[in-house]
């Protein structure tokens, strides 16, 4: 992805060697006249002036982080677009450090020293087998009393949570979203189509519960259906209806009863089931 | 800006009707779903209060993002096609091969082990990036970047333990918010102190470390000048003025804190 800024450096002029000094001595003879002074200037030296202040760079800002590259690509101008964010890049060197390293790779902006030959490249595709959603089993599929039910192995499930997701460890790392999609599937039934995503969320304030939201949407212009939905895990049962946008949030579920002891294993399957109500 | 939770789900409702108008039913149906998924999550509030967009703002973005990004997001996802798969692995090799020496990757290491590392990451952001809510109010790769990058710091916590900073710093920050209050009174009775002040302040340019910190803070601050234009006349990249910007303030605040420090 190439950076959106139109850089024509074919065309530049550089500054004279003495601009720095005419332009300064130009500013000085109007503060002499009293002339207005720009407005940036006086912010600057009003923060100048101001005894620094603590404040944190945190979580949120580090989610901020793919929305300001991706506008900053774009050429957006992101000082004007992103203030807040923008302050906290000028004050925190790893914040800016990871923004300058993102641009960098994401525009090729740099050096091309350290690129892997094309003999180094792996072709090796076999974890795509590994992150394939099952299909439901439909029941009644050609009428508008159909229930779609998806069946999740612990197996499966022990891929995706260890793989790229800690639900019982609230990372200090520049994690963007600490959730992971369970199920991801799109089917037809009773003559319509549907796009469906379960996911599973690990919140800050209760890390020993699991967040679990089903998304369901249709694949035409047509309003959702009034559906419920149903979730068995392990020995819990929950139910969750969509609102009109499709979005069903089920109860919390605590951890300890799908993990073993250590909380390194999930041990049970999942099933979910969606039904026109 | 900050938002009342109802009246941003009203703001985002009637984005959506005025979407609905101009665009179509069916891509309002696609995107209210993500819409109000992303508001669940924070991501509205968040993109909100450190922008200067609005709700609609915000609703025309997710519309255009997934214009023109879900049947890639599908065949990625959901079909997982070979023929898609191959290039975009290709790039998230490349992108962890680059990134693990960001990221405190040792350079005595062999090449051999630094690409088995680039790999291993690079497999791991691709079931990742399978599993994740992609949020359509970013493009694709700087969303599959960010991915990469966690799990490539992930991987390096776990196996090879580098000289990565795992904690929340407190970093001292300026203070932009109290300034409005604090700002002396060009008007009264201070405006001699406050010319005296600004000639410090060109005072303090002068003696910046290098000609281009004196040359930014002069076409920023002074001449009004947006980054695009800067990097033209300095002929730079935008990264490099990030880094410039951040580079010259630090270098000003040192001057500045000195020079107090003299005068007390």
Redesign the interface.
Known sequence: MKAGINMNRGNKEDLPPDWVEDKLAALRKKLEQNENWPERANLLLADLNQPAQLSFVGEVDYQMLSLVVNDALAGVDITAQYPNFYRKLLADAELRQTFLDALAILSGDEAEEQELLPEEFSRDLSFLQTAVSPPPTIQQPLSDKWQAVWHLLAEQLNQKFFQSFQPVYRSSDLLEDNSIVLLRNDFAAGDRQYDVILEAASLFDTPEQLQLTLLVTPLSDEPLPSMKAGLKWGDVLLTAVPDPYGRAQFPLLPLDTILDEAGNHILSDLHLSLEIS | MSWEAEALQLALEHALHSLAEQR???L???V??II??NL??G?VQ??L?????SPIDYTWRVADIYEQWHTYLQVV??E?R?DV??PL??KL???A???L??IGYPAYASREDH?QQ??AC???A???L????F?Y???F???A???L???T??HM?RTLKPRL????????????D??LQ??EDPTGHDAQRL?E???D??R???QLSS?AR??FA?L?????K???EI?????K???AL??L??DT?AN??KI?DESRDKYE
């Not at chain 2, 399978?130 to 809510?133: E, H, L, P, R, S």
């Not at chain 2, 990097?231 to 002929?235: D, G, K, S």
């Open positions: 179509g039913a069916e309002v149906t696609a209210s779903p109000f998924t669940d999550k991501r968040t993109f209060e450190q922008s200067d967009c996802q959901i997982q070979d798969w191959r692995y290709k090799q490349t992108w091969f680059r990134h020496p960001r690409i680039a790999h690079a497999a791991k691709a079931i990742t399978i599993n994740a809510y949020p109010d970013v493009n790769e700087p969303w970047y960010v991915l990058r966690n799990v710091h992930k916590n900073e795992a904690q929340k710093q407190e970093v001292e920050l300026d203070a932009w109290d300034w604090n700002l010319v002040l600004r000639a302040l060109l303090a340019i002068d000609e004196k040359q002069i920023y601050y002074f001449e009004y947006s980054f695009e990097a033209t006349q300095m002929n990249s935008p990264n990030y880094k910007h951040a303030l000003l605040r500045w």
